[in-house]
């Protein structure tokens, strides 16, 4: 019997619109937003390389915490059955994180930064999780 046929129906709608909001954070945080008001508000006095390279340089660090720490979050997650719980607070890691985005002001644009690198990560390390479940 398949894994996906034993869960609930209310837990498969559950799971779907999870993933439908990750969905939504990369195409409209990560891709269509974030970069806008980087360029266009928080770092609007930088030249375009030094936003582009600093940006770059936060998603590469962002996606090299989450890589490093995987093994660890997988073998602590398998060995404590609390995955559900490790996803959740890697999502309400990115959840605030993201919400944080609408108090920074203009020309903050390291703290908008590390902001987007801490919601990164939470999408980073939730979608692991969601993965590995």
């Known amino acids: 019997m398949s894994q996906l046929v034993a869960h609930s129906w209310r837990e498969r709608w559950a799971w779907a619109f999870y993933d439908w909001a990750n969905s939504a954070f990369v195409t409209t945080v990560v891709v269509a937003l974030f970069p806008v008001f980087l360029r266009n508000y928080w770092a609007q006095d930088l030249p375009s390389e030094q936003i582009t390279f600093h940006w770059g ?23 404590s059955g609390k995955k559900k719980g490790l996803l959740a ?12 985005l609408a108090f920074i002001g203009e020309n903050q644009w390291q703290l908008a930064l ?6 990164f990560i939470g999408f980073l390390g939730a979608i692991f999780f969601m993965t590995h479940y």
Request: overall charge neutral; proline content about 2%.
């Open 57 to 79: 340089n936060t998603n590469s660090i962002a996606s090299l915490i989450i890589t490093v720490l995987a093994p660890f979050l997988g073998a602590i997650a398998d060995r």
């Open 89 to 100: 607070s890697f999502m309400l890691l990115g959840a605030v994180a993201t919400f944080s």
């Open 114 to 119: 590390f902001a987007f690198a801490l919601a």
